[in-house]
């Protein structure tokens, strides 16, 4: 099968297309047949090799670790899923990713399709929606009524934070720059602030803050937080110090894949409540994924950058 790989850790160059063996199913897993799939900060830092200790991966790797498709054959032991359907997951983080035509994953990691999104939606999702999930509802426990700070609110992560934030009743604050303001009130936020032009400390105190920004941003987040809220970040370990300083709970999440939380996203893509934001449509080539990558790496993309593997004539 065609796979666009890295055979070294480096720049943009790096990124090949090559011809790799077609994953065979375990009897837990389904074979995928890849439509579309997603670009996530994760794939370009991988391929600079920043995150090698943490994934001591084998050469060549298959970067990015979102997909939509179709399954094309099952395990012995899946019980879940049938030849034929639609699904999108967030598989394992493994050296065999979905810059390929083909993936092998754990029937427990992947979840149906919503009936009324295309593959090149379903694909921006699982990563960026999953984290969005974990960090409000697991880990912050987000309630009608919270009031929240959702930094880089236009981001993969960023943008299904506003709307499941909103969906759950929280009355929502979201950051960006001037280029993300309407965006950011066109996904739901009740209110926008400027990073570059205005002050965090005149936009009140919260229960919650999402940072996916870390530094700078991070500090300052501790200051507007209610006694007893939450910062949950997904780029930094907060200061535990600090948050026992002011009495709140602080940490660090690494997003885990999961069928079962995926599909409660789909659904709500299905009932309206949520919608992926698309960024950019680029194809299945070298060229495509080193285009995807400069957009990524530029840190100012708006909502996700998707990649078609198997053109959607319908689009
Ligand atoms: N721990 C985990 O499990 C996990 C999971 C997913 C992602 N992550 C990490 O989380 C980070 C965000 O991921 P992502 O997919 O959302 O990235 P992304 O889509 O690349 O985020 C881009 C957005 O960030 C905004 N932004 C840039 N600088 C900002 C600032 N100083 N303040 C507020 N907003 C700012 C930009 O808005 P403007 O264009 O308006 O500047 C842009 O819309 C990445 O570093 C990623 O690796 C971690």
Same mark, same amino acid.
């Given at each position: 099968?065609?796979?666009?790989?890295?055979?070294?850790?480096?720049?943009?160059?790096?990124?090949?297309?090559?011809?790799?063996?077609?994953?065979?199913?375990?009897?837990?897993?389904?074979?995928?047949?890849?439509?579309?799939?997603?670009?996530?900060?994760i794939d370009w830092k991988v391929r600079e090799?920043?995150?090698?200790?943490?994934?001591?991966?084998?050469?060549?790797?298959?970067?990015?670790?979102?997909?939509?498709?179709?399954?094309?054959?099952?395990?012995?032991?899946?019980?879940?899923?049938?030849? /034929? %359907? @639609? !699904?999108?997951?967030?598989?394992?983080?493994?050296?065999? =990713?979905?810059? &390929?035509?083909? *993936? +092998?994953?754990?029937?427990?990691?992947?979840?149906?399709?919503?009936?009324?999104?295309?593959?090149?939606?379903?694909?921006?999702?699982?990563?960026?929606?999953?984290?969005?999930?974990?960090?409000?509802?697991?880990?912050?426990?987000?309630?009608? /009524? %919270? @009031? !929240?700070?959702?930094?880089?609110?236009?981001?993969?992560? =960023?943008?299904? &934070?506003?709307? *499941? +934030?909103?969906?759950?009743?929280?009355?929502?604050?979201a950051t960006g720059s001037s280029q993300s303001?309407?965006?950011?009130?066109?996904?739901?936020?009740?209110?926008?602030?400027?990073?570059?032009?205005?002050?965090?400390?005149?936009?009140?105190?919260? %229960?919650? !803050?999402?940072?996916?920004?870390?530094?700078?941003?991070?500090?300052?987040?501790?200051?507007?937080?209610?006694?007893?809220?939450?910062?949950?970040?997904?780029?930094?370990?907060?200061?535990?110090?600090?948050?026992?300083?002011?009495?709140?709970?602080?940490?660090?999440?690494?997003?885990?894949?999961?069928?079962?939380?995926?599909?409660?996203?789909?659904?709500?893509?299905?009932?309206?409540?949520?919608?992926?934001?698309?960024?950019?449509?680029?194809?299945?080539?070298?060229?495509?994924?080193?285009?995807?990558?400069?957009?990524?790496?530029?840190?100012?993309?708006?909502?996700?950058?998707?990649?078609?593997?198997?053109?959607?004539?319908t689009r």
């Amino acid at each position: 099968m065609k796979a666009i790989v890295i055979n070294a850790y480096g720049g943009r160059d790096q990124l090949k297309e090559y011809e790799v063996p077609k994953p065979l199913p375990k009897d837990n897993e389904v074979l995928i047949k890849i439509h579309a799939t997603s670009i996530n900060p994760i794939d370009w830092k991988v391929r600079e090799g920043y995150l090698k200790s943490r994934l001591p991966f084998h050469f060549p790797i298959i970067l990015g670790w979102d997909a939509a498709g179709v399954v094309e054959r099952v395990g012995a032991k899946v019980t879940r899923f049938e030849v /034929g %359907d @639609r !699904v999108f997951t967030r598989p394992a983080t493994t050296e065999r =990713g979905t810059y &390929a035509e083909y *993936i +092998a994953v754990d029937e427990a990691h992947v979840a149906p399709m919503p009936k009324n999104a295309t593959f090149t939606e379903a694909a921006a999702v699982p990563l960026a929606g999953l984290t969005a999930w974990q960090s409000l509802v697991e880990f912050a426990g987000l309630k009608k /009524g %919270d @009031r !929240v700070l959702i930094h880089g609110g236009a981001g993969g992560v =960023g943008s299904f &934070a506003i709307q *499941i +934030a909103k969906a759950k009743g929280a009355e929502v604050t979201a950051t960006g720059s001037s280029q993300s303001a309407e965006i950011i009130k066109n996904l739901g936020a009740d209110h926008f602030l400027n990073y570059v032009t205005d002050s965090l400390s005149d936009a009140g105190e919260f %229960d919650v !803050v999402l940072d996916t920004i870390g530094g700078k941003t991070q500090e300052e987040s501790f200051e507007v937080l209610k006694p007893g809220g939450v910062l949950v970040s997904i780029l930094q370990a907060p200061d535990q110090e600090k948050a026992k300083a002011k009495n709140v709970k602080a940490g660090l999440i690494w997003m885990e894949p999961n069928g079962k939380q995926l599909e409660e996203l789909g659904k709500m893509i299905e009932d309206g409540r949520l919608k992926p934001l698309i960024d950019t449509v680029l194809p299945f080539s070298e060229e495509g994924l080193k285009k995807a990558h400069e957009r990524s790496e530029s840190g100012h993309a708006k909502g996700k950058i998707v990649i078609e593997v198997v053109k959607d004539e319908t689009r």
